[in-house]
């Protein structure tokens, strides 16, 4: 964990960073000096070393990053949290406006770093799907046309969509608070794509873009990911994949 720096997105760019975070004792050791006493709390309350670790890893990287975009020390990147829990830099430069989001699912963490454009980013490990999650997560119309796939297409066409929502939701900074099928989609659409509705609106769903992390997954096939902004014009730029 050597210090460097790194320069900020271009205005238009949105940084994506992934890394495994099932690290060595040492990373762990060295990630834990860097937290604050808030997350060293919260690692704390985890029932399972797994676990624990795992959030150690991700927010130990975090800082790493966030502190080599801002010249700081990791443990000098001053972080807070939205109303909804959506947690941001305070430690802000004068010359641009760092918004982030950290998303991790099993062992993969992926961050999205921006300039000025709140973004969500979700990845999500495929795995089985209980008959109750997509009346969970998708809208009657997403259900009606969830039932007409393939056996063989509901499971990556579930979490895509999934992923999709969850990245929406966090770029608003609510998480589920608002209900899953407030942001709505076409599931014929795969990879990139704007919603079909957003509350309803489609005039709203205009202004949206999602765009699919799979470019910058290949390693993990068994995964979907998608970061997403209320922005017209951005372009994703992967940064160690």
């Not at 399972?48 to 801002?70: I, N, P």
């Not at 608002?178 to 609106?201: I, K, M, N, Q, Y």
């Amino acid at each position: 964990m050597t210090a460097f720096l790194l320069t900020p997105p271009a205005t238009q760019d949105v940084h994506i960073w992934r890394w495994n975070l099932d690290v060595s004792d040492a990373e762990i050791d060295g990630y834990w000096q860097t937290l604050s006493e808030q997350e060293r709390e919260r690692a704390g309350k985890f029932r399972f070393d797994l676990h624990r670790r795992r959030f150690v890893a991700g927010r130990g990287e975090l800082r790493r990053l966030l502190g080599a975009y801002l010249g700081l020390a990791p443990h000098a990147v001053s972080l807070d949290y939205g109303t909804e829990g959506k947690p941001f830099c305070t430690s802000q430069p004068a010359h641009w406006t760092l918004c982030f989001n950290l998303s991790h699912s099993d062992n993969t963490a992926a961050l999205a770093v921006s300039n000025g454009i709140e973004v969500g980013i979700d990845v999500e490990i495929v795995r089985p799907v209980e008959e109750s999650m997509p009346v969970e997560v998708f809208s009657t119309r997403e259900r009606a046309q969830f039932a007409t796939l393939p056996e063989a297409q509901r499971q990556a066409v579930f979490f895509e969509t999934w992923a999709r929502k969850e990245a929406c939701l966090k770029a608003l900074g609510t998480g589920f608070i608002l209900p899953p099928d407030h942001f709505e989609f076409d599931l014929a659409v795969r990879g990139d794509t704007t919603p079909c509705c957003v509350g309803g609106d489609a005039h709203e769903a205009a202004h949206w873009r999602i765009q699919t992390l799979q470019n910058g997954m290949q390693d993990r096939p068994d995964s979907a990911g998608a970061v997403a902004a209320r922005h017209a014009d951005w372009s994703l730029v992967f940064m160690n994949s």
